[in-house]
């Protein structure tokens, strides 16, 4: 009771504190993630603006000729520049050292950077939208029912969603186009979080039933804390359930299916190794705005519905943008291709050889023949497993230490911008990790670092955490080994495994990749769930049962480092066999 006490101050001085610092770290952050468009700028001749060559095909076919021109000037005693002016050599050294530079922090040139700012803003608000609806579904069920429902509602209740989801969404593969698809998957779950808001959340009172009628209807104790406290507490909240459900399902679409199912289709391999690892830097900035919007504008609201409204807003807008800039990207690739002569003679667009249809059965079948895809499976649900058995235990901790909803909104709105922030800072120093050491140390990285990082965490929570001291340390190694992990897992986990798609056949990305992202992941987490359930009922809670979780968590890093191992030299074949492929067809 004294911790209860004590915590709002604690939280009011951690509070400002960490604001007057978030402001500093967002300023720095600015400038170094747009420290590449900055350079940009600064190598591009006086006569060009940045907003120039982005405007149209002409004016980037002109900076590309420009460039060309400026190689060619390179003579035996000085450089010629644009204005046709002898320069000396140390002009001509200190320019080949600007553009290294540039090659270095930022290396997409000519009409790529137009294709990339479009494609890179889809994963932005992709990312928003995920950020802010996750850390809204964590508040509602970890401050209404508790971090052990998680567990639950993942098994019971998304697990059975996303089976729904990818039974539907393998049917629209057959009937809608590609773009068809891309809208129907991504609107229906934009719409359901403004009715949650506007009608839903609003009317919870008159909808669901109290909690002490459950307890009464049932025979609950109102002090038991076993799990049919829990299931009262989930069917007292349904609607909180709901939006949690559906909230798990979006992240897993979002950016497994509706975000790198788009860019494996139009980024080549080469552009690949590029764009991806700058994709999840430009990505990066939106945890931080939507960390910030929460901690200085959502949780200062007189309630928690007001916040929510607040909330919505920039998630709706967000959807929008969304399906903005994938048209405006497709439209941009598509003249692009016609510009560059895409067409038969006829002017008419090749025709794309139709798609064999699959029933969820083969596909599963599909799945199971194919060392490849069960090696990407492997991985997908190894961290779906090793970060559950940490993420419930943390999520519990940090409620003993924050008991209110809008001070847990706070907390997580802060940890969210330190993983966006933490994530540019390590893409800002490994940013050619994957390009340099290779996508099998990009894709082993994940794992070493879940495990190292693991240790303390584990420690703090065997030794216990009886007083507000020991507590704190538990939050702070908790928080640390869940920054990193996800960090690690943006950064450069995400980008090894949507680079692994890329050298498979159509089939196998469209129905092996919705499989393995939405099914993979969902029985990576529902499993460690299930398995958190089990030592609860032998344990008592989930904390006492930490000890067995470590040989768990352990155990499964172990599984998901040898796949990565063996999957990096598949990936390494696949990918020669497809570059040969190209080179005998030209």
Not at 352 to 373: G, N, P, T
Not at 437 to 442: A, E, T, V
Not at 531 to 548: E, K, R, T
Request: hydrophobic share 45%; with cysteine; charged share 15%.
């Amino acid at each position: 009771m004294t911790l209860f006490r004590e915590t709002p101050d604690l939280v009011r001085n951690h509070s400002h504190l960490f604001q007057r610092r978030s402001a500093l770290l967002s300023c720095c952050l600015l400038a170094l993630a747009w420290h590449p468009f900055l350079v940009i700028g600064a190598t591009a001749p006086k006569n060009i603006r940045l907003s120039t060559l982005l405007s149209s095909k002409i004016n980037i076919t002109m900076w590309d000729n420009l460039q060309g021109q400026k190689a060619a000037g390179v003579v035996r005693g000085g450089y010629t520049d644009f204005d046709g002016k002898q320069k000396s050599d140390a002009t001509a050294k200190r320019t080949t050292w600007g553009t290294s530079v540039r090659n270095a922090l930022f290396p997409i040139h000519g009409d790529e950077v137009k294709k990339f700012l479009l494609i890179g803003s889809i994963k932005f608000f992709i990312i928003l939208a995920l950020t802010l609806t996750r850390d809204n579904k964590d508040t509602m069920v970890v401050t209404e029912c508790g971090a052990e429902a998680i567990a639950f509602l993942k098994i019971y209740g998304v697990l059975p969603a996303a089976t729904l989801f990818i039974a539907l969404y393998s049917k629209m593969a057959t009937i809608f186009d590609k773009k068809t698809l891309f809208y129907a998957t991504c609107i229906p779950f934009f719409a359901f979080f403004f009715l949650f808001d506007a009608l839903i959340y609003p009317n919870r009172d008159a909808i669901q039933p109290s909690l002490s009628y459950i307890q009464s209807h049932f025979q609950i104790s109102p002090s038991s804390s076993g799990a049919s406290s829990i299931f009262a507490k989930l069917f007292a909240n349904w609607t909180s359930a709901m939006f949690y459900v559906v909230a798990e399902v979006y992240s897993s679409v979002s950016v497994g299916i509706l975000f790198w199912q788009y860019a494996n289709d139009v980024v080549s391999v080469s552009q690949a190794k590029r764009f991806y690892p700058l994709f999840a830097q430009m990505s990066g900035l939106a945890p931080i705005l939507a960390g910030q919007y929460v901690v200085r504008y959502a949780s200062r609201a007189k309630d928690f519905e007001e916040s929510l409204h607040r909330l919505t807003r920039l998630v709706t807008l967000s959807g929008v943008l969304i399906c903005s800039f994938y048209k405006w990207s497709n439209d941009y690739i598509e003249k692009s291709a016609m510009l560059n002569g895409v067409q038969d003679g006829s002017g008419a667009k090749v025709q794309k050889k139709k798609k064999a249809k699959m029933s969820m059965v083969e596909s599963a079948r599909f799945l199971a023949s194919s060392e490849y895809l069960r090696l990407i499976a492997v991985l997908v649900v190894g961290y779906g497993l090793s970060i559950n058995f940490t993420d419930v235990m943390w999520k519990s901790i940090v409620k003993k230490q924050y008991p209110d909803a809008l001070e847990y909104q706070r907390f997580m709105g802060n940890f969210s911008s330190l993983v966006g922030f933490s994530t540019c800072i390590v893409i800002f120093l490994g940013v050619h990790a994957i390009r340099i050491l290779g996508w099998r140390i990009g894709a082993l990285a994940t794992p070493m670092v879940m495990a190292l990082l693991g240790l303390p965490f584990f420690f703090s929570i065997l030794v216990g955490f009886d007083s507000p001291r020991t507590l704190r340390t538990a939050v702070v190694f908790g928080t640390i080994q869940t920054l990193l992990s996800k960090t690690t897992k943006y950064s450069l986990f995400d980008p090894t495994t949507q680079m692994a798609y890329i050298p498979l056949d159509d089939e196998s990305k469209i129905k092996g990749k919705a499989a393995i992202e939405v099914l993979g992941s969902r029985l990576g987490k529902s499993g460690g769930s299930l398995i958190q359930q089990l030592l609860v009922l032998v344990f008592g809670n989930i904390v006492d049962s930490a000890h067995v979780l470590v040989v768990l968590y352990y155990s499964v890093l172990a599984w998901w480092a040898y796949s990565a191992n063996r999957l990096g030299s598949l990936f390494l074949a696949k990918t020669a066999m497809q570059e040969d492929k190209k080179e005998h067809q030209n």
